[in-house]
């Protein structure tokens, strides 16, 4: 009997806070709220197969670019660094 113990009190405990939620309205608003999300997502326009591709590339670049600059940078600064000390 013990070992059933601790999981009954658990669900009642869980069945007290769904309870609590349910009479707040909790569960209404969050219904509210998905079917909202919906509807925008609806309004929404959503890029084409070849937009997408071509956004996906110039973050590729974009990220590439970014990368070697930052290296440059690091390698420049550590020279400097070396000469000095």
Known sequence: MKDYLWPVILIVFAMGVFTYFW??????????????????????????WEELQGST???????ALLGIFTVGV????????????
């Open 57 to 63: 590339v110039v973050v590729i670049v974009s990220v």
């Open 23 to 48: 009479r707040q309205g909790a569960f209404l608003r969050l219904s509210a709220y998905w079917n909202e999300t919906m509807e925008e997502l609806k309004k929404c326009t959503w890029p084409t």
């Open 74 to 85: 690091d390698l420049l600064v550590a020279s400097i660094i070396r000469i000095i000390v």
